[in-house]
Every structure is written in structure tokens, then in C-alpha cells.
């Protein structure tokens, strides 16, 4: 979440995302952790006050720190914010979830811009949400934040081995990608050898495997495989082809029959007379490219003599009877195709 979180702010203060700034609602980490490691990817002070708000929910989440300062009639300048008043505000309220989307919004609305200012939120725990309010008020606030029209986008991490499968399939329902890292190396105690003579914890502090799944608009799901490295501050993502075509093979149904034709099956099926397919009656098969008048037809290399006196035969006679061809588009183009055109298709 940090590497993550730091990304999003320095693309928003080069002005390479539609954000203009991002909201940081902090649960799990210090603020300054946050502001230090943003300074390591090479945001200065000035874009870290222009473009990044953090909500404090780590410092005194339940208020009990300011009760005990009001009840010893200490002043509130000797919290550990107070030396950045401009970006972190403290939320003592964690279980109020109302108030807490209200100050998410307002901390956004704050971004200096032109227009419709638009803003990022990234929650750094849902599990330590969990600990004071419900799944449904939890989804409830990620759902109205989702649907507000300045937030251009909001991610969230959860520990979903803390929890119960179907809470973390509550909060998977309202994403479009779901990221998976799991460990690059397994104790063989379940079941699995470990590889290198490296210990593999050791091993798991620098590498992990990535596993991205990609809601489409069309309602497909799109599954991506990378490795993860860390190397001291810096988060890098190595590409991985080959494992990928095999987590998406393995995701196949495993049925009795070929879903993939032979060589001859293919062949065959390219000799099959298609009786929706004008076949040209001894003539070469031509392939439409638009309606041309007949001026244009003369002009045309590719027609022979006989093909031409049957156009013109046929528009003298007028005859109301007539018959219907199909003629592909394109050679490329596969009558019995089962694909979907607008399967590619971003509206």
C-alpha cells in the first residue's frame, strides 16, 4: 500500500492522472511513514502539500488520547501531527462511519484545480476497519465513495487471511481488479519444495507472486500473473508470459472433449459448401468493398465482360424477382465465426 500510495501521488503532481490529489485514510501506519516514503520517490514538500491530504485514524482512532490531554488540561500542540497541519488532520471517530466519508470528501474537496477537481482515496486496512464497524456499513461507505463524482478512483488492502472467505467475497463484489501477493516460496511442510538454498522467509522479504484479476464491462474476467521485487525502496513488477498462459489454462474446465480443431478438422470445414454463401456460378468470388454504381464497376479490373453484362442485364430488366448473396467483407472474415465483435469494443 505505501509503494502503491506513492505512485498515485507522484503521477497526480506531475499531472499524469485525471486526480489532482490523493487522500490517504491511514489505519494501520503512522502518517509520517506515509510522508517519508513519498519523499523517497521524489515528491518535495511543496507538491506533498499540494497533493496529498492524510486522514489520521492511526494516532488516536478512538478519541481516548484527547479525553485524558482535556482531563489533565494539557494543550493539543504536543501531538506528533502538529508539525504538518496542512496535510494530516486526526479523525478521533473510527467508528462513526458517516462522519468518517464526510471527511474523506471534505480533505478532497480541498485540492486546488480548474473546474471539477478530481481526487484518489486509498484506505490502508480494511481489516483494522473491521475491528469497529460492520461489513455492511464498511461496503455501504466504499460503495458511496465509489459512486461520488469527484473521486476518479479508490483502492483499498485487506488481509484476507484474517478473515472469513465470504467477507473478503463482500468487498471483491465491489471492485473492478482484485490483486492477490502470496508468497514466491512455500514451506514444504504443506506440501511443496522450497527452491534455492536460501530460507524461505528470507526469500519472501524481496520476492512474492502477483495475481491480478480484471473485471471487463463485458463480464468477463481477465486474469494477469507478474512478480513482485523489492529492493530497498523501490517496488518492481517483472513480467511473467509463460506462468501466466498456465494460470489461465489451469483455470479451464477440464471436460472429455478437444475444445480445439486438428489440422484436417480445419481443413474440412474450410471445403463445406455454406448454402447462405453465394458461391459465383463458375466466376471468381468477389469480395464486396461497399456499394459502387456501375460507372465504377466498368472501372474495375477485377470484373470480367460476362459479370458486367449480367449487372447490366439485370438493371434493364427490372424484373421483381431477385435473390439475396452474401459476400464477406473480407477473406479474414469467418461465416460461422462464434466470437463477439464488441468484445473488444470500450464504450
Known amino acids: 500500500m505505501l509503494h502503491v500510495a506513492a505512485a498515485v501521488a507522484s503521477n497526480a503532481a506531475a499531472g499524469k492522472a485525471q486526480a489532482r490529489g490523493l487522500v490517504v485514510v491511514a489505519f494501520d501506519r503512522s502518517p509520517e511513514v506515509y510522508l517519508d516514503i513519498m519523499l523517497r520517490h521524489g515528491l518535495d514538500s511543496n507538491a506533498l502539500s499540494r497533493c496529498v491530504r492524510i486522514l489520521d485514524c492511526y494516532s488516536d482512532p478512538l478519541g ?96 484476507s487471511d484474517l478473515h ?39 526469500h519472501n522479504y524481496s520476492k512474492a507472486k502477483f495475481h491480478v484479476r480484471l473485471k471487463r464491462r463485458n463480464g468477463r474476467v481477465k486474469h494477469l500473473y507478474e512478480e513482485l521485487c523489492v529492493e530497498g525502496y523501490d517496488v518492481k513488477f517483472i513480467s511473467a508470459t509463460s506462468v501466466s498462459i498456465e494460470v489461465n489454462q489451469s483455470l479451464l474446465p477440464k471436460v472429455q472433449f478437444n475444445l480445439e480443431l486438428s489440422e484436417k478438422e480445419r481443413s474440412d470445414r474450410a471445403n463445406v459448401v455454406l448454402p447462405f454463401e453465394h458461391q459465383g456460378k463458375g466466376e471468381p468470388i468477389r469480395i464486396y468493398d461497399g456499394r459502387r454504381s456501375l460507372p465504377e464497376a466498368h472501372q474495375d479490373p477485377n470484373l470480367t465482360t460476362a459479370a458486367l453484362l449480367d449487372e447490366t442485364e439485370a438493371l434493364k430488366s427490372a424484373n421483381p424477382k431477385g435473390e439475396i448473396h452474401y459476400l464477406r467483407d473480407s477473406d479474414d472474415e469467418r461465416p460461422d465465426s462464434d466470437e463477439d465483435p464488441d468484445d473488444d469494443l470500450d464504450i
Not at 115 to 136: C, E, N, P, W
Open 64 to 159: 481516548w488520547k484527547q479525553n485524558i490531554r482535556s482531563e489533565q488540561h494539557q494543550e493539543d500542540s504536543g501531538t506528533p501531527c502538529s508539525t504538518n497541519k496542512d496535510t494530516i488532520t486526526i479523525f478521533r471517530s473510527v467508528k462513526d462511519v458517516d462522519k468518517l466519508s464526510c471527511s474523506i470528501i471534505d480533505l478532497g474537496r480541498g485540492f486546488e484545480g480548474e473546474g471539477k477537481t478530481y481526487f484518489s482515496v486509498a484506505v490502508d486496512s480494511i481489516s483494522s476497519m473491521l475491528r469497529h464497524a460492520s461489513v455492511q456499513s464498511i461496503s455501504g461507505l466504499l460503495s458511496n465513495l465509489r459512486s461520488h463524482d469527484q473521486i476518479s478512483s479508490i483502492f483499498w488492502l485487506m488481509h
Open 164 to 202: 472469513e472467505t465470504k467477507f473478503s467475497r463482500a468487498f471483491e463484489c465491489l471492485s473492478t481488479m482484485v490483486a492477490c501477493v502470496e508468497p514466491e516460496v512455500v514451506d514444504s511442510v504443506y506440501g511443496e519444495e522450497r527452491r534455492g538454498d536460501m530460507s524461505f522467509l528470507e
